[in-house]
């Protein structure tokens, strides 16, 4: 979002997101790839074992491939783009209404724009408190963390960062409604499948809260929305490699539930605020057409976006840790 020509405020809120390529091609795909995958609190690998491996086989043969799954949910129009960047952009516009007083500015952990350059823009144009919210509502070692080290490598400028909002009311509550619209226009008994980006075990292991959060989350919104146990599941996606992930994977509860003779499923994604590859191409898509192959019929109830109700509750999240 751009700066105000304006005596700026004093107050910011940084609405932090993963990132994306800014094309659907090769080429872009792999530069974002090789800045997302050379976070060591992506991949911990020895970086004499992993750049290599990197640089001559994953970016070379993956590039093209997850090109084309972009180009499937590139999104056109003159505010078009990758659907997380022009969620985030739409979501941010959407907080700045509902804090006039407070500057709301999009940033993206990897590609653009970039969020060391968004804080060092606003340390020299003089903003004095700044709030930081990853858009990560489940804390990992993975992800939130990363956005802390940009943080601590600031010199002058050091926001008070958000570090989750698993259980903020307003947020679940918002999750539980969006379920409800989506659900209106279906009859039915319909089981709800929660399905979170997946971490690697070892991380668990090594006390990383994410898959407790992943779980208190599913808990609550379930229970908003009235749903005793059997009515709901939770998956892990977007699992990759050899190593062992933390599971049951969301291909194959889909598969599990279909072979049981549930057929109708909605699926819903909490782990993510705004739709991007991982909820569009391979849960929209992807699992989609395979559950129908399967006998089945699922709905996906696409993420809260920049829903009024989404928000609301980042905004109150952000008041609340601003009245810190």
């Known amino acids: 979002m751009r700066m105000s020509s304006d005596a700026p405020p004093r107050t ?13 091609t090769p080429a872009a795909v792999r530069r974002y790839l090789s800045e997302f995958l050379h976070d060591h609190r992506v991949v911990d690998l020895t970086r004499w074992i992993w750049c290599p491996l990197l640089h001559f086989v994953i970016l070379p043969l993956r590039g093209g491939p997850v ?8 999104m056109d129009g003159p505010d078009g783009g990758s659907p997380l960047a022009v969620y985030t952009r739409r979501l941010g ?13 999009d940033a993206m952990r990897y590609g653009e724009p970039k969020l060391q350059g968004v804080l060092a823009q606003l340390e020299r144009e003089g903003y004095a408190r700044v709030v930081m919210l990853p858009l990560y509502p489940q804390y990992s070692t993975s992800t939130t963390a990363s956005v802390e080290d940009v943080v601590a490598r600031m010199d002058v400028l050091k926001p008070r960062v958000i570090g989750d909002y698993h259980l903020d009311a307003g947020w679940v509550h918002a999750i539980a409604d969006s379920v409800r619209a989506a659900r209106e226009a279906t009859s039915g008994d319909r089981h709800l499948l929660f399905s979170y980006h997946g971490l690697p075990e070892r991380f ?5 809260p994410y898959q407790q959060h ?3 989350s599913s808990r609550a919104i379930a229970e908003a929305l009235g749903l005793d ?6 998956a892990y996606q977007s699992q990759f490699g050899k190593e062992k992930w933390i599971g049951p994977s969301t291909r194959d509860t889909l598969l599990a539930l279909a072979t049981r003779g549930v057929v109708d499923v909605d699926v819903v994604c909490p782990g993510f605020a705004v739709d991007c590859l991982e909820t569009l191409e391979e849960i929209a898509e992807m699992l989609a057409h395979e559950f129908a192959q399967a006998g089945g019929r699922m709905q996906y109830i696409p993420c809260l976006n920049d ?3 989404h928000a609301r509750a980042l905004a109150d999240l952000a008041r609340r840790a601003l009245a810190d």
């Open 93 to 105: 516009r959407a907080v700045q209404a509902e804090m006039p007083d407070v500057h709301v500015v």
């Open 307 to 309: 829903a009024p109700a």
């Open 214 to 216: 992943c779980e208190a």
């Open 229 to 234: 146990a059997a009515q709901w599941s939770l």
């Open 12 to 24: 910011a809120l940084v609405l932090a997101n993963l990132g994306t390529p800014d094309a659907p």
């Open 67 to 74: 090109a084309k799954k972009y180009a499937s949910i590139w």
């Open 204 to 208: 668990v292991r090594r006390g990383d």
